[in-house]
């Protein structure tokens, strides 16, 4: 399919792929705004997102197979994962690509959203995705109103309305602000395996916990995309991206050299093919035209934050007691497991066992949300307010939680305290 796409493509458009860098995008610098400030305050962009997207869907029916209809939109990510079962280049999940692929994602489809709201006489400059902020306001979570709207306020269907399923909707699922703590491959991700989730802290944490909580299309690696919420979520994960880039003690890139060594291409508005490199994607307020509001909070960065390794003897995990003070009065202390062995793709909790307790303290959520084959996984998880818990003087077992409660098979478990 995405072959056959590529192909149409060419035969319409025979233009030479171009490098993002050589291609000027003179656009102004537009804000993507949350769904919740568009709501309260400028519902007609509002009307003009919607728009474009029935354009978009409209426009398809006729031409479902040039890559700038939603079909063909949807089938990159898709197309793009299945692509990573095989070629590590493509590991766009579970790797340090996963930031800087789903960035260039991004760009090219607001650019052809762009070009469907004119009608496809132009490329508006000012159209950009709304960010779907559930990071920060926990009442937006479960409630992304410019996609689950039954109507539009002239009383039209709203045409984001997707078929999801709402399952969970925790209050840990969001908790995306410890993630922020990490730096370099512990942010990013690490390098691609083609049997391992190496995860950087948000992607199997709070990114697929969204995914996985929205359900429907979205639950799932290979339907995500059908859903266009998927991009208003990946529009917030890409703003976490760059409120940690500013950061003190954040990196621009886990390790140039090595991480840079791919290129992607992308089809653009005008139907012209680009290639793009994840450096290309790192400065993407004057590569990419686009900028995200200030965090209300401040945040911390990873600047000042340690690792202590939680030592492991008599199948218990035993925080070292000279830190035990340093430990309990941190900001954010996260439970970061490099390597879990994992049966396969999943949701999976952890949870303390703790000496004299009947009840096992639950510590947290992730999910391995790549494809069958994947044996292990990398987990970052904000246990600020179960540290207490985790600093028994006799130790603690760590439990992973699927179906059934087994013990944790990882070689390293680390505290990480900001
Ligand atoms: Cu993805």
């Not at 991009?231 to 890139?253: M, R, V, Y």
């Not at 949870?351 to 292990?376: C, D, E, M, N, Y």
């Not at 307010?385 to 003087?393: G, I």
């Amino acid at each position: 399919m995405a072959g056959s796409a590529a192909l149409c493509a060419a035969a319409a458009f025979p233009l030479a792929a171009t490098a993002l860098p050589e291609r000027a995008d003179d656009r102004p610098i537009v804000p993507r705004r949350t769904i919740v400030d568009l709501v309260r305050n400028d519902p007609a962009t509002v009307a003009r997102i919607r728009l474009a997207y029935a354009n978009m869907f409209a426009w398809s029916k006729e031409h479902p197979d040039d890559p700038r209809s939603w079909p063909q939109q949807a089938a990159i990510h898709t197309h793009a994962a299945a692509r990573g079962e095989n070629d590590p280049n493509y590991l766009i999940h579970g790797s340090y690509f996963f930031f800087p692929w789903h960035r260039a994602y991004l760009y090219f489809h607001e650019r052809i959203l762009a070009w469907h709201l004119t009608e496809r006489t132009a490329l508006d400059p000012t159209l950009r995705l709304p960010v779907w902020n559930w990071d920060t306001n926990y009442t937006e979570l479960s409630n992304p109103t410019i996609y689950t709207d039954k109507t539009d306020v002239s009383g039209a269907p709203n045409p984001l309305l997707h078929e999801r399923s709402f399952l969970y909707f925790e209050r840990d699922d969001i908790k995306a602000l410890s993630a922020l703590t990490f730096t370099g491959r512990d942010f990013f991700g690490y390098p691609p395996a083609l049997d391992a989730s190496h995860n950087g802290a948000v992607e199997n944490g709070v990114h697929a916990n969204v995914h996985v909580d929205m359900g429907g299309d979205m639950g799932s690696i290979h339907t995500a995309a059908n859903d266009p919420v998927f991009f208003a979520h990946h529009a917030n994960i890409d703003k976490l991206w760059a409120w940690w880039a500013t950061l003190p003690g954040a990196t621009p890139a886990p390790a140039p050299g090595d991480w840079d060594r791919v290129a992607w291409t992308f089809t653009d508005w005008d139907g012209s093919e680009i290639v793009v490199r994840p450096a290309d994607v790192v400065h993407y307020e004057t590569a990419l035209r686009y900028s995200y509001a200030k965090p209300e909070l401040p945040l911390t960065g990873p600047a000042g934050a340690t690792d202590y390794a939680l030592v492991h003897t008599h199948s218990r995990w035993h925080a070292p007691t000279e830190v035990r003070q340093r430990i309990l009065s941190a900001n954010h202390v996260s439970l970061k497991c490099l390597n879990i062995g994992v049966p396969g793709p999943g949701r999976y909790g952890i949870a303390a066992i703790v000496p004299g307790r009947t009840i096992p303290q639950h510590l947290g959520w992730f999910t391995v949300f790549i494809h069958h084959g994947v044996k292990s996984s990398n987990a970052f998880l904000d246990v600020s307010e179960a540290r207490a818990a985790l600093l028994h003087p006799d130790g603690i077992r760590l439990a992973l939680v699927g179906k059934d409660l087994t013990e944790l098979a990882v070689a390293t478990a680390v505290l990480h305290v900001r």
